[in-house]
């Protein structure tokens, strides 16, 4: 339980997938640009991280990992070649059921995520944390924890860019740093901010 | 006052529009503040009644670092004629210390206004009083050894990316000074952490500023060992409660002692300038953390969680940050009971990094950047409940 708590902390302090591993910008960076609107988006990236990055566990170790086909007499193949397309694939499955869900019931949400929501298909920290999973040998409940914490933790780091953002609708930016110029220095300057937490083992 | 006031009489006209040095208006501006008041009025209503000015708020927080200035230089030559054993007497070791703190504070004031000056030449926006406070507090935060060229480093970037990108003073999200010293911290971790930077000695030699190696309260406590409490092994290096609470060991130049923090922040509250709230809600943090931290101590535990609260305010810039940095009323948070939470966090995350992250032995400086960066987050949701709250108009 403890290794568990810990285990999410780092996963959204310490390795925090946004603002340490720099994964999943491009929906960070053009969506945050008010508090309802990047929660929600938060909430939907930690729903479908929650979600794939468990499911692509039980795909990796059952079916794509060296030894891992031994359950159907063929103990020698390995297709863990083959773990990208597949976690895509799951990742793109999964953010079609979420669309329809949101689509149905909440309308505004859709509404106000946009193009945004079909690209969390793409959003590369849903990928990330699953390849990470991956390389770190989680077992699965730890795969759930880390999912769900690296979820909260992009969520986290969308939220207060989306707030500071608002804040600095009143600020009076260069023209060449208008838009994603200014975005990028505020990415930066909120990393060095959460290298407060780098060093920490848990 | 009549030769300074014909003075800048006789110079106005070359800095008005089609003037030879009309891009400079703003710097005239802010040189002409410095000795008479605005002649800025409003037209309309609402007026602003209260004779307080940016201006003199931001003089006023200066005022109030002075004495934090002044014993930093004495406590610098203080801890380098302890470790060369030369025989302590005052005006030497404050001549001393003065000689390695100026130039700090000086670089600091020149590349910090210069950045202010040719931002508002290029950006036409007046020269603000807060760029003299930001080039104050940032040389009181470095270690007395820091070379020169970092300090300046560090100012144009605390100055330029930490404020002038998002338009200057007031627009800001997080604390310049602090940006820069931290930029610094992690550019230069060579001079800006271990043991050795912190006492700066004379040295006969060519090399005219050396150190020596000397640790800090902080590093000590972080590294008691379980004979005796962490306390007694303080005191055992000769620094017992009132050296530290007084502020004679080495650490940053103008942050170590509790009780001339103690003074400002009572100056700043009585004033009007900083919040009490926050004041009163780093302190509480850092107490609250320490008790809590307290109560997990035993035989085997780390020995540092069995620190008494109280020291972990006197050791090291906890008091100093809590005072003169999380105070900061552009990066702060606007709501009251935002400052409150804003400042026990700081204070909570300040102990809990110190002992728990052996990759920084003093967490104030990142815990308050930290904190700026979700302080608009803090307001919102704090408008956010006020508004939940509200009796609907039926």
Redesign the interface.
């Known amino acids: 339980m403890e290794n568990l708590i810990s285990l999410f902390v780092n996963s959204v302090f310490v390795g925090n997938i946004l603002l340490a591993y720099f994964l999943g910008m491009c929906s960070y960076l053009s969506v945050s640009n008010n508090?309802r609107t990047s929660l929600g988006l938060g909430l939907a990236v930690t729903f479908v991280m929650t979600i794939t990055t468990p499911v692509n566990w039980l795909l990796y170790h059952y079916l794509l990992a060296p030894g891992a086909l031994a359950w159907a007499g063929l103990p020698q193949i390995d297709l863990s070649f083959l773990k990208l397309v597949l976690f895509i694939a799951t990742v793109a499955g999964i953010v079609q059921v979420v669309e329809m869900v949101i689509d149905r019931y909440s309308q505004g949400l859709y509404n106000a995520l946009g193009v945004f929501l079909p690209l969390i298909t793409v959003n590369c920290a849903i990928l990330g944390a699953a390849l990470f999973m991956v390389e770190r040998r989680y077992t699965f409940v730890e795969t759930v924890v880390y999912g769900f914490g690296s979820g909260v933790g992009w969520l986290m780091a969308i939220?207060?860019m989306a707030?500071?953002m608002?804040?600095?609708r009143?600020?009076?930016?260069?023209t060449g740093?208008q838009g994603f110029g200014?975005r990028m220095?505020?990415t930066g300057?909120?990393a060095?901010?959460?290298?407060?937490?780098?060093?920490?083992?848990l | 006052m009549n030769p300074i006031r014909h003075f800048f009489h006789s110079q106005k006209k070359h800095f008005r529009p089609g003037g030879r040095l009309a891009r400079l208006d703003s710097f005239f501006e802010a040189m002409e503040r410095v000795f008479f008041g605005t002649d800025q009025v409003t037209a309309f209503a609402p007026h602003a009644r209260d004779s307080i000015t940016l201006q003199r708020y931001m003089m006023l927080v200066i005022v109030m670092l002075l004495p934090c200035l002044f014993f930093g230089m004495y406590n610098v030559g203080l801890q380098a004629f302890k470790a060369s054993g030369q025989p302590p007497s005052f005006w030497p070791m404050f001549l001393y210390g003065a000689q390695t703190v100026l130039p700090l504070v000086i670089i600091s004031y020149v590349f910090g206004f210069g950045w202010e000056i040719v931002f508002a030449a290029v950006?036409k926006?007046p020269i603000s009083e807060g760029v003299f406070v930001t080039a104050m507090l940032f040389p009181l935060t470095l270690p007395p050894t820091t070379p020169w060229w970092q300090a300046a480093l560090g100012i144009s970037f605390g100055v330029v990316?930490?404020k002038e990108?998002?338009?200057?003073t007031g627009?800001n999200?997080?604390n310049p000074a602090l940006?820069g010293r931290?930029?610094l911290y992690?550019a230069y971790p060579i001079q800006m952490s271990g043991d050795a930077v912190w006492t700066a000695v004379l040295n006969a030699g060519s090399q005219a500023v050396d150190a020596v190696t000397a640790a800090t309260p902080l590093v000590i406590a972080s590294v008691a060992s379980t004979a005796g409490t962490v306390e007694e092994t303080l005191a055992a290096a000769g620094y017992d409660w009132r050296t530290l609470f007084l502020g004679f060991y080495p650490d940053s130049i103008g942050a170590s002692s509790a009780l001339l923090c103690l003074i400002g922040a009572m100056g700043l509250i009585l004033l009007g300038i900083a919040s009490y709230r926050i004041i009163l809600g780093g302190t509480l943090g850092v107490l609250a953390a320490g008790y809590l931290l307290m109560l997990f101590s035993g035989p085997t535990a780390l020995p540092y969680l069995s620190l008494n609260p109280f020291y972990h305010l006197v050791i090291g810039g906890a008091a100093f940050g809590i005072v003169f940095m999380a105070t900061d009323p552009v990066s702060a948070p606007h709501t009251h009971a935002a400052r409150w939470i804003y400042g026990l966090l700081i204070g909570i995350?300040t102990v809990l990094?110190r002992v728990?992250?052996?990759?920084?032995p003093e967490?104030i400086m990142?815990?308050i950047?930290?904190l700026?960066?979700?302080a608009?987050?803090l307001?919102?949701l704090v408008v956010a409940t006020r508004i939940r709250q509200r009796i609907p108009n039926v």
Do not use: C, E, W
Not at chain 2, 165 to 168: D, H, K, L, P, R
Not at chain 2, 356 to 360: T, V
């Open positions: 508090l939220v207060a707030t500071i608002q804040k600095l009143y600020a009076d930016i260069p740093l200014i220095i505020v300057l909120m060095m901010a959460f290298m407060l937490f780098s060093g920490i083992t | 950006r926006h990316i930490g990108v998002f338009g200057g627009r999200f997080l940006t931290a930029f992690f995350l990094i728990f992250n052996p990759a920084f967490g990142l815990a950047l930290f700026n960066v979700f608009p987050l307001d919102q």
